[in-house]
C-alpha cells in the first residue's frame, strides 16, 4: 500500500483512510467528554439555576407591563436613604477590610513561617471567629459591650467606682460605628487568613530561605519575595470581604440598627418588607450592586491569571522556620487576645446569658440553670427540627458549592480565553446580589409550576448553594493559583487522564485552601438570616428563621441559648474539618498518580 496524502489508516477499521474531516467529529467527541464534559455540564446547570431566577426576577422587576420602570429607578436615586445606606455600606468595608487584610497576613505568615505557630492550636486560633456564626458573634458582643447592660462595661464601671470615676452607662458602646467596625474586622479576619495561609504553605519557600542566607533580613524579604507571591491570595480576600460585606445582614440588624447605621443589606431588607413592597426598587438597587461589583471581578481574574511568578512544589514548604526571638512570645500573646476577643468572650457572655432567667446586668449565681437550653433540645420541640435541618443542608450545601468550585475553577484554567472567563465569572455572579433580592427571585421562580418547592428544603438546599457560590469560587481560584502547571503536565505526559489528573494531583494541592473555604461556607450558611427568613416556613424550618423570631421577641436568654448551641456544634464541625484537611505531604500521591496510566 502506498503512503495517503490525504489522512491516515484507521487501526481498528483495516486499511481505511480518515481524511481531516472524519477526524474532526472525534475531536469534538474528545472535546466534550471526560473531565472537559463534566465541567461544561456542570457550568450549564449552574449558569441556569443562577440565571433562570434572576432574569425572571429582573424581567418582571425592570419591566412590569412591558415598560421599563424609570419611575422605580427615579425613587430609587432620589430616596436619601439610599445614598447614606451606600456611603455607610462603603465605609465599613474598606475601614474594615484594610485592617483584616493587615491582621490576617500577618497572622497567615506567623503562623506558617515563624516559630511563633503552636502546632494545630496555631492552624484553629486565627480563624476561631467560624466557630460562631455572624448572628451569635453579633449577639455575644451586644451582651459584652451593651452601653448599659454589657458585661465588660459593668466590670470596667465597678473599676473605675473604686478610684472615684462614677459612670451610668458605657465607657464601651458596642452599638456604634467603632463598635461595628470592630466586630466586622473580627469576622473578615478568617476571609483573610484561610486564603492567606493556604497560598504560603503551598509557596516554595526556598527563595525566601536562600534571600535570608544572602543577607536580605526578614522584613527585606516579607516586601520582595513573599508579599509578591501572595499577592493573588491577598486580592482574593479582598473580593471575599467585598462580596460579604454588600451581603452582611447580622451585624447591621443586630448592631446597626440601634445606632441608626443602615447599611445596603437593611436597606434593601426595608424595601420588600414595608407595605406595599417596592419590590422594583429592590430589583434595581441589586442591578447597580452588579455593576458596581462586576470590576472587582475581573480585577481578580486577571491579577490570578497573571501570576506566573508563584513556585508550587509537590508538598508544603519544609525550610527552616524564622526565628523571632523574643517576639515569639509578644506574637503569640497577640494571637491569644484575637481568640478572646473573636471567638472566647463572645461564647462565654452567650452561656452567661443563656442560663440566667432573663438577660440582667445583675448575676444572680443561684438562679443560673439550663432551663433554656432544655427548652430547645427536650423533643419534640420544632427547633431541634430547625437545628437538624440547618446543619443538614449547611454541610450539604458547602460539600455542593466547594466540589462546583474546584471544578469549575480547573475548568477555567484548561479553557483559556474567553471560554475560561466565562467557566470563572458564572459561580461569582450571585455575589453581586444581596440575600434579599436572590431569596425573592428564588421564591418566584421554583415556588410556582413547574417546581412548586417552596416548603421543602430543597428550595432551601438550591439558595443555599447559590449563595455561597461566590465565596466558594474565590477559595478554589486562590488555592488553584497556587498549583503550578509542571506537575499537572507531568501526570499528563505520563498517560494520566484529565479526571485522574483533577483527582490525584490538582485537588490533594488546592485541599487545604478548600477545606478553609469548605469551614467557611458551612459557618455562612449555618449564620444566614435573609434568605432562610424568605424560604422558610413552618414545613421546613431552619436555625435562620427560629433566631429571628426569637429577637423579635425580646427573649435575650433564649436567643443566647439558641446561638450558644448553633456555636458550639458549629465550633466542633469546624475543627474536625479542619483537622482532618490539615497540608500533608503529597508527594507519593503525585508520584502515584503520574506513574499509574489512566
Known amino acids: 500500500m502506498g503512503d495517503d496524502p490525504a489522512g491516515t489508516t484507521h487501526p481498528a477499521a483495516g486499511w481505511w483512510p480518515v481524511t ?111 466557630f460562631l ?79 535570608r542566607t544572602s543577607g536580605g533580613g526578614i522584613w527585606r524579604t516579607v516586601r520582595l519575595i513573599t508579599f509578591p507571591g501572595i499577592r493573588p491570595a491577598l486580592v482574593s480576600s479582598a473580593l471575599l470581604i467585598l462580596i460579604d460585606g454588600i451581603g452582611q445582614f447580622s451585624f447591621p440588624r443586630t448592631l446597626g440598627i440601634p445606632a441608626n447605621i443602615q447599611t445596603v443589606s437593611v436597606y434593601l431588607v426595608r424595601l420588600v418588607q414595608e407595605y406595599p413592597p417596592k419590590d422594583d426598587q429592590a430589583i434595581v438597587l441589586g442591578v447597580l450592586i452588579v455593576a458596581a461589583v462586576a470590576p472587582a471581578f475581573f480585577v481578580q481574574l486577571r491579577l490570578v491569571r497573571d501570576a506566573r511568578f508563584v513556585a508550587l512544589t509537590g508538598k508544603t514548604g519544609s525550610s527552616a522556620l524564622i526565628r523571632l526571638g523574643g517576639w515569639r512570645w509578644a506574637a503569640r500573646v497577640v494571637v491569644a487576645v484575637y481568640l478572646a476577643l473573636a471567638s472566647l468572650l ?38 431541634v427540627t430547625a437545628l437538624l435541618n440547618s446543619f443538614g443542608l449547611a454541610a450539604a450545601a458547602a460539600t455542593i458549592a466547594t466540589a462546583v468550585a474546584a471544578i469549575l475553577a480547573v475548568g477555567a484554567r484548561d479553557a483559556r480565553g474567553r471560554g475560561g472567563i466565562l467557566f470563572a465569572q458564572i459561580p461569582r455572579l450571585p455575589g453581586a446580589f444581596s440575600h434579599v433580592v436572590l431569596g425573592i427571585a428564588l421564591l418566584i421562580a421554583f415556588s410556582s409550576a413547574p417546581f412548586r418547592l417552596y416548603g421543602t428544603l430543597w428550595i432551601l438546599l438550591i439558595a443555599y448553594v447559590i449563595l ?8 478554589a481560584a486562590s488555592a488553584l493559583s497556587q498549583v503550578g502547571s509542571p506537575l499537572t503536565d507531568a501526570a499528563a505526559m505520563s498517560g494520566s487522564s484529565r479526571g485522574r489528573t483533577f483527582l490525584h494531583v490538582t485537588l490533594p494541592l488546592m485541599m487545604p485552601g478548600l477545606v478553609g473555604g469548605w469551614a467557611l461556607l458551612f459557618v455562612i450558611t449555618i449564620g444566614d438570616l435573609t434568605a432562610s427568613a424568605i424560604l422558610s416556613g413552618t414545613t421546613n424550618p431552619v436555625v435562620g428563621l427560629v433566631i429571628i423570631s426569637v429577637y423579635d421577641s425580646g427573649t435575650y436568654s433564649q436567643l443566647a441559648a439558641l446561638a450558644t448551641i448553633v456555636a458550639l456544634v458549629s465550633a466542633i464541625v469546624v475543627s474536625m474539618v479542619l483537622w482532618r484537611g490539615r497540608p500533608r505531604r503529597t508527594a507519593r500521591t503525585m508520584m502515584r498518580s503520574g506513574n499509574e496510566p489512566a
Open 20 to 130: 481531516a474531516v472524519q477526524r474532526r467529529p472525534r475531536r469534538v467527541l474528545q472535546a466534550v467528554s471526560g473531565f472537559r464534559g463534566i465541567s461544561l455540564l456542570v457550568a450549564v446547570v449552574v449558569a441556569l439555576a443562577i440565571l433562570y431566577p434572576l432574569v425572571g426576577a429582573f424581567v418582571r422587576g425592570l419591566f412590569p407591563g412591558g415598560s421599563f420602570a424609570s419611575s422605580a429607578v427615579v425613587q430609587l436615586l432620589t430616596d436619601p436613604g439610599f445614598g447614606t445606606a451606600v456611603l455607610n455600606t462603603v465605609v465599613l468595608i474598606v475601614v474594615s477590610g484594610a485592617i483584616a487584610l493587615v491582621i490576617g497576613g500577618v497572622f497567615a505568615w506567623l503562623m506558617t513561617r515563624t516559630d511563633a505557630r503552636l502546632g494545630f492550636v496555631s492552624t484553629l486560633l486565627p480563624v476561631a471567629p467560624l
Open 346 to 383: 463572645p461564647l462565654l457572655a452567650l452561656i452567661l446569658v443563656a442560663l440566667q432567667p432573663y438577660w440582667s446586668p445583675n448575676i444572680a449565681w443561684s438562679s443560673l440553670s439550663m432551663e433554656n437550653f432544655l427548652r430547645y433540645l427536650q423533643p419534640p420541640s420544632p427547633t
Open 468 to 475: 455561597v457560590l461566590p465565596q466558594a469560587s474565590i477559595s
Open 133 to 211: 456564626p455572624p448572628v451569635a458573634l453579633s449577639i455575644g458582643w451586644l451582651f459584652l459591650a451593651h452601653q448599659s447592660a454589657g458585661l465588660i462595661n459593668i466590670l470596667l464601671r465597678s473599676a473605675l467606682n473604686l478610684v472615684g470615676i462614677h459612670l451610668s452607662e458605657g465607657p464601651i458602646d458596642i452599638t456604634s460605628w467603632g463598635g461595628l467596625v470592630f466586630v466586622y474586622t473580627l469576622y473578615f479576619v478568617p476571609l483573610v487568613y484561610v486564603t492567606v495561609s493556604a497560598a504560603l504553605q503551598r509557596v516554595d519557600s526556598s527563595l525566601e530561605e536562600a534571600s
